[in-house]
C-alpha cells in the first residue's frame, strides 16, 4: 500500500496545452519532469489552482515574451495568489509555421486561423505572403491547427513550429514570425518555499507595490536598487486596478536573496513598500554571469557590518 | 460644385464598432462629432490609419483601462506611427454582461469568446463560475456577441451591458466585471499640430525610449519629471520588441507644454532620450485641477531665465 | 595607601583656559566634573593629548560657532587623533563685555585688545560706540582682558561676561556682541568608547571621507541619509589636504546610533565611504526630540528583517 | 588736463600687503597690473572697499588653501558685498619660514605670531617641535614678522619664505608647512559684469543659500548640477550666522555660464534656491580642459529648444 500511494503521489506537473505549445516545450526542458505525469490545462489561472491545491507539485507559465511583453495574466495571478515561489525559467524560441490540411497549396490560403497574439507577431509575412487574407482568432496556437482538421472556416493556421509532429498537416511555409529572435520566457512555479542555492548567474523576481501617499514614489523604489548595485532586467508596471493611478511593479533583479546587496535591496523594498511579494531567486536561464561592482560585494557589507557590531558593543 | 465638394469633405470620426462598442459611447461624448460620418472599423491600426490617409480628421481608441492597465496594441500603433496627436480624453464606465443563443444556461457554457480586454476584467467572475471554460478572443466586444448567431465555436460571449438591444441574444449574467468602478479611458487622434489651450486642468502623454548605454536610465527618466514637480498619472512599459530588456514608456503626465514646468521636463526628456513622442497637450476628462507647488509655478522660471539673460548680457 | 592612590587617579578635564573663558563656562555645565581636577591648556591640540595620554579623562572642546561656523582644528583634530569619542555637547551663549583698569571711562579708549573672533563679533558695536578705535589682536578672550593688567598697549579689552570675578577690572559695556543669539557649541571628548544609552533627544556625528574615484560622491553621501530619514543639523566640509578638491565632512544626524534608521544609514555610509569616523551619539543640548517620520520607525526595520530572515530560511 | 586726468585714473590694484606676502605674488601674476599702481592694504573687507568705491579696479584676495580650505573672511565678504565680479584665479605655492628676532633660538621660542591661516598650515610641525607654545594672530603673514622687531608680544612668527630678503630676521626653521605641495588659490575681483569669453577651461563661482523650509536640500541643490553633468571642484558650508544649520554654500564648478549644461544649472539653481550669487565665470589656472561627457553637450541643449519650439509652435 506505500508503494501504491508513493506511486499515486509521484510529482505532476501542470502546463498550457495542448501537446505542442510553446509551453509544453518549456516543461521538456526541465528534468526532475521527465517521465512524470503532466497535466495540460486550459490557462494560466487553471495551472496555479493545480498547484495551489497539490494535484501538481509545479506548474509552467509563460511570463513574459521579447516582442509582446509581460503576459498579463500570468503577473496578476502571481500578484493575488499567495505562497507561490518560481523556482527557475526556461526560454522557448518563438518559431510559427503556417500549416493547412493535406494538399492545401498557399495559393488556396483565403483565411487564417491564429491567435492573437501569434497573429501579431507573423503580421509582416502575411501582408507580404497573404496581402488579401482574413483572420478568425483561436484560442491557442496549437488549437488553430488544430481547428483546421475539426471545421473549413479557415484554410490554414499559424502554428508553433514542430506541430506537424502532432497534427496530420501540411507545412505552408515555416519561420515566418517576423523577429526570428523572438522568444518567450516561462517560469516553473512551485509551493516550494526552499530557495534554490544561488549559483553566480541568478535572477530574483518581486511584485512590489508603491505607497500611495507621496509623490515620486517609483523612483524612490527604484532607487532601493540602484542604492545597492542591483540591476533590473525587467520592470512591467501593472495597475492595482481598483482605481486610475495605482500600480503594482513586476520587477526581476539580478542576483540571488543571499547576495549580501540583494538582501539589502529586499530590506529597503520591505520597509518602502506596503505589500512585497517575493517571487523566488532562481538560475538565470541564459546563464550569464551577474556583474556588479566591487563596491556592492558581500564582503563590504559584512564589513560595515562588523564595524558597527562593534561600535554598538554588540 | 464647390459648396458640393465642401460637403463630401465634411470631417469623418473612425471608431472601433460596430455599434453598442464602448468606444462609441466615447466618440458621442465629442461635441464636433455630432452630426457627422462615423466610420465604424475594426481595429485601432484601422482607425488609425484613417486618420493618416485623411479619411477621417479623428479616430476615438481606448488607451487604458483602470483594471487592465494600458491598452498594448493602442499604445504601441501612437509608437510606431509618427506625427499623430491626441486632442481629448474621454471616459467610459466598464460594465459587462455574459450573453449566449437564446436557450443557453449558464451550465452549457464551455467556450466563451470575448475581447481580450473583457475577457481580463471579468476574470475573477470567470473562473468562480465558469472555472473549466475555455477562451476565444474576439475583435471588439461586440463582435464577440454577433458571432454567437453566427458560428457555434462559442457557446457565451462576454458583451457591453445592453447589448441585448442591439442583438438577440440571453442575458446569462449582468455586471460580471471584477470591479464595479471599471472605467476605460478613450483619446481622440488626429493629425493637427495645433496644442488645445491650456485649461488649468490638463494632461501630457509622451512615448519615451530609455537609452540603452547606462544602467540607472529609468530612475534617471523619473527625475526629469521629480526635479520640476511634474506628477504622472500613468507610466507603463513596453517592450521595444527587439530584445528583452529594452523598453519604451507610455506616460502620462499633469500639465500642459505650456506649462513652464512641463515644458522644462520635455526638454530635459529629450536632451536624455534617444527617442521622445510627443502625443499632445489636452484636457483631463475628469476636470481635476493640476495641483503643483508654488516653486514650480510659471514666474519661478521666467524670473530664472531673466536673472540668466543679465549674467549672460543677452 | 590605597585611598592616596584613589586621590592621584581621580579624573581630570583639560579645557582651553584660562578661567573666565566660554570653554570653561562649558565645562562647569558637566556635572561629573565638579570638584575634579581641571587642567587649563593653551590649544585643543593640547586638550586631546591629554586625553589620549590620559593625564585627562576628557577635554572639552569648542567645536562649532553660531556665527562663525566649524571650529576647523577642532575638526581636523578629531579627523586625526584615533579612539576619541564625544560623550555630550554644551552650549555656552557668546556674550561679551568691554572691559578696562578701573578707572577707565569709555572716552578714555582708543586701543581695543581682542580676540579676532570675539572682534569680529563685536565689530557693530565697536563701530558704533568707538569709531576710531585701533585693535590689537590676542591669542584668547581671557589673555585680552589679562593683558590689560600686565601692559598698557591696549586700554580696553574685549572679554567673556563675567570676567570681572576673575580679573580685576572695569566693565565699559556689557552685552556687545552684534549678534545676541549667537552660541557657542562644544563637546566633551574622551577616550571611553560605551556609548551613551539613548534618550529620544541624540545626536551622532561622523567624519566622512569621500571616495574620490566618482563624480556625485556627495551626492551619494547624501542619500545615505536621506533615504532613511535621517536629518543633517551639521555638514561641514573640511579638505583633506592633500590637493584641491579632496575632502572630507563633518556631521551631525539627528538621532542616535542605537536608532535603527542611523544604524543602517551607518551602515550605508561605512559601505560607501573609503573612512568614516565614529565620533559618538551623545545627548543634545538643545533638548529636542529628534523627529522622524513614522515610515522610518524602529519596527519598520526590524520586521523587515524577519521579513527577509523568513525568505531566507534563516 | 584732460591727458592728466587720464593718468590719474590709470587703473589701480589692491592686494593683501605688505610687499613679500603670497597676494603679492599672486598680483604679480597678472599681466594688465604690471607698471600701475598697486595699493597695499590690511584685510579683504578693504580690498573690496577699495573696488567698491572705485579706488582700484580690482582686488586681489586668497580665497581657497589646498589645506586649510576656503577663506572664511573672503567667502563671507563675497557673500555680503553685492555686485561684485571674479575675472580670474592664479595659484601660489605655500612655503613658510619660521623667523625670529636676530639671536633667538628655537628653545626661547613660547609664543608664535602667524596669520590663522599660515598657523592651520604648520600646526603638524608646531605641535611636534614646540608643543606648548601659545599663538597670536597676526592679520597678514608678513605682518607677523614684522611685528616682531616692534613689539615683544610674540618670541617668533611664522612668514613667507624669502622674508628674510625684506626684514631683518633669523631663520629658525624652512619649509615648516605641513604638506610641502600647499597651494594657494587666489581671485581677481572687480565690479566689471562683462563675462570673460569661454576658453573650454573655465571654472563658474557661486555662493548659493538652501531654502530651509524642506529636508535634503543640500542632496537637491547638488542634482541641479549632476543632472546637468556639471562638476565640481569646490564645496564649501558657511553658516548664515543667524541660527544654527543655516548654511550657504560656496560653490566652483567646472565650465562657463555660457556652456549649456552651466546655463541650464544655472537656472535650476536659481529657480531652487532663494539666493544665488553668481561670482563669475573665468579661466582655470591650471589650464585643464572642462571634461564632460557627450550627453551634455551644447547642441543637445539646442537640439531640445527646437524641437520643443516646434511643437509649441514657437
Not at 507559465?61 to 505562497?83: C, F, H, K, M, R
Not at 503580421?123 to 505572403?129: A, D, F, H, Q, V
Not at 525587467?234 to 543571499?258: M, N, T
Request: charged share 20%; aromatic share 6%; glycine share 8%.
Amino acid at each position: 500500500m506505500g508503494s501504491s500511494e508513493k506511486v499515486t503521489t509521484a510529482p505532476a506537473y501542470s502546463y498550457l496545452g495542448p501537446a505542442g505549445t510553446f509551453t509544453e516545450a518549456a516543461l521538456a526542458q526541465v528534468p526532475a519532469a521527465a517521465g512524470q505525469t503532466w497535466h495540460s490545462v486550459n490557462n494560466v489561472g487553471e495551472a496555479l489552482a493545480d498547484v495551489v491545491s497539490g494535484r501538481s507539485v509545479a506548474a509552467m507559465i509563460a511570463i513574459e515574451n521579447s516582442v509582446e511583453g509581460g503576459v498579463t495574466a500570468t503577473q496578476d495571478a502571481l500578484a493575488n495568489i499567495p505562497n507561490l515561489r518560481i523556482m527557475g525559467e526556461y526560454l522557448v524560441p518563438v518559431a510559427f509555421d503556417l500549416v493547412a490540411p493535406k494538399g492545401t497549396t498557399l495559393a488556396d490560403v483565403n483565411v487564417v486561423n491564429a491567435h492573437p497574439v501569434a497573429y501579431a507577431q507573423c503580421r509582416g509575412w502575411l501582408e507580404k505572403n497573404l496581402p488579401h487574407h482574413g483572420h478568425i482568432p483561436s484560442s491557442s496556437n496549437v488549437a488553430a491547427a488544430a481547428s483546421l482538421l475539426e471545421t473549413d472556416t479557415a484554410d490554414a493556421a499559424i502554428a508553433p513550429a514542430g506541430i506537424a509532429r502532432h497534427y496530420d498537416v501540411e507545412v505552408l511555409a515555416s519561420g515566418i514570425a517576423d523577429n526570428p529572435n523572438a522568444v518567450t520566457r516561462f517560469v516553473l512555479v512551485s509551493k516550494t518555499t526552499e530557495l534554490p542555492a544561488p549559483t553566480g548567474s541568478d535572477k530574483t523576481s518581486l511584485i512590489v507595490e508603491l505607497p500611495d501617499d507621496r509623490a515620486g514614489a517609483l523612483l524612490e523604489m527604484l532607487e532601493q536598487f540602484a542604492t545597492r548595485g542591483v540591476n533590473l532586467t525587467l520592470i512591467q508596471s501593472r495597475p492595482i486596478g481598483d482605481e486610475f493611478g495605482r500600480y503594482r511593479f513586476v520587477i526581476d533583479a539580478e542576483g540571488h536573496a543571499r547576495d549580501e546587496r540583494v538582501a539589502d535591496a529586499l530590506l529597503g523594498l520591505r520597509r518602502f513598500s506596503p505589500k512585497v511579494i517575493f517571487l523566488g531567486s532562481y538560475p538565470r536561464a541564459d546563464k550569464e554571469q551577474t556583474q556588479h561592482s566591487s563596491r556592492y560585494a558581500d564582503d563590504v557589507f559584512t564589513d560595515a557590518r562588523d564595524w558597527l557590531a562593534e561600535i554598538l558593543g554588540d
